[in-house]
């Protein structure tokens, strides 16, 4: 796509990259489309850190790409998706909001976009230099999340040129600014507890703005409407008491429903207070929950308190609490002296409090999440399950190799 320029080359030249740059208006008549042509060997490369995941948990994406023109140009990397995630952070890159203003292909001007868009872009982005960005993602809908990457350079010549990767021939879908792209996706299979979910993203949840936190409560109101989604976000009471708590629960969910969709920035706040302690009072107030359930929440958090105390009292206890609150594993005492129990994503594990607890609860944790039992978390200083499984045994192997030695 080549066409001449009606005014000076360098002067058209600046127009163009204010305008790909800082989203600023490009005269339509004053200057002319530039040349496109594709960017051959950049590597785009779009990787996933996990392809399959439930809804309420999080992703990670990793979109790299080359420099492969041979010149130090003006470039970056876009990268978009559409309503059904809510980007939580970026690594190497801006988050442009909707309403953000880009540099549209087709119509060579710059145009406002519906959707979130990820930026990274270098003035001075050297040939032969690899960049990147990481964006972490949380689905807000069921079946998948389609990812949408390209990369752009333009060109410092007296013709503006752009060159773009994936090329036209290569693309398989256009972005919203109307450029090829190369498309990932993520399957998400069903939801995960709306505790466990809630609780795992509750800071994140605070971190996002007004916007992105009402599509979180419309989105999760609907699920709160839909029998099997809602099956899936109330899965997970084992035991008498929670089973009670998960029926009460169920009954009010059109009520959570309806705050989420009348009131979602304070609904939402009220929701994060209740799944993070079931006997938060102004919650249960707000979401009209019956007066006889208080009493069940009180027993249940009773339950989780004894068990805290129980574990924090041995040595990697506090770890492995942090560890369970990030992942929103729910852990209680079955009775007073009795075993102490941790639901996992699939099953529950218990251990006795009679003999040592940390140590049992890792062993069994681990053997029921397999890899997942590796992955660190921020709110844990870093930790992983098994990360911590292996410090833990680290003197006593230690001790053991010495007492041999000698």
Avoid at 84 to 104: C, H, P, Q, W
Avoid at 298 to 312: F, M, N, P, T, W
Wanted: aromatic share 6%; glycine share 6%; net charge positive.
């Amino acid at each position: 796509m080549t066409a001449s320029l009606s005014i000076a080359a360098p002067r058209a030249f600046a127009v163009l990259l204010l305008a790909v740059v800082f989203g600023l208006p490009l005269p339509q008549r004053a200057v002319a489309a530039p040349a496109v042509e594709d960017a051959k060997g950049a590597n785009l490369t779009v990787a996933v850190s996990r392809d399959r995941i439930r809804w309420g948990e999080e992703t990670e994406v990793t979109i790299s790409a080359i420099n492969s023109t041979g010149s130090t140009l003006t470039g970056g990397l876009y990268v978009s998706f559409d309503e059904d995630a809510l980007v939580l952070e970026v690594k190497g890159g801006t988050l442009l909001r909707s309403g953000a203003v880009v540099y549209n292909l087709k119509t060579s001007t710059s145009q406002p976009i519906a959707r979130p868009m990820v930026e990274a872009w270098q003035q001075d982005w050297k040939p032969g230099v690899e960049r990147r960005v990481v964006i972490t993602l949380l689905p807000i809908a069921r079946e998948r999340i389609r990812i949408r990457a390209r990369a752009t350079f333009l060109a410092h010549s007296r013709q503006p040129q752009l060159y773009i990767s994936p090329g036209r021939l290569e693309s398989r879908a256009l972005d919203e600014a109307e450029f090829p792209t190369t498309i990932a996706y993520v399957l998400v299979s069903r939801y995960a507890s709306l505790r466990r979910a809630i609780r795992r993203i509750e800071r994140r949840i605070r971190e996002l703005d007004d916007s992105e936190q009402r599509r979180f409560a419309s989105a999760l109101a609907v699920a709160l409407e839909d029998p099997k989604a809602l099956a899936d976000l109330l899965q997970g009471a084992t035991d008498p008491d929670l089973k009670a708590f998960t029926q009460s629960l169920l009954m009010i969910a059109p009520r959570i429903a309806e705050q989420l969709k009348r009131d979602p920035l304070v609904a939402l706040d009220n929701l994060r207070c209740l799944m993070a302690s079931l006997n938060c009072h102004r919650a249960l107030a707000y979401f009209g929950v019956p007066a006889s359930l208080y009493t069940e929440l009180s027993g249940e958090e009773a339950a989780r308190l004894d068990a805290k105390q129980k574990i924090v009292n041995e040595k990697g206890g506090n770890e492995l609490i942090a560890l369970l609150e990030a992942e929103g594993f729910p852990y209680r005492r079955e009775k007073a002296g009795g075993a102490i129990v941790v639901q996992l994503e699939s099953k529950s594990v218990k251990v006795e409090a009679a003999g040592p607890i940390v140590k049992v609860l890792l062993e069994r944790i681990i053997a029921v999440l397999g890899p997942a039992a590796e992955r660190t978390h921020t709110e844990a200083n870093g930790m992983s399950f098994a990360r911590l499984s292996a410090q833990l045994a680290a003197p006593a192997a230690q001790g053991s190799g010495d007492r041999s030695s000698k």
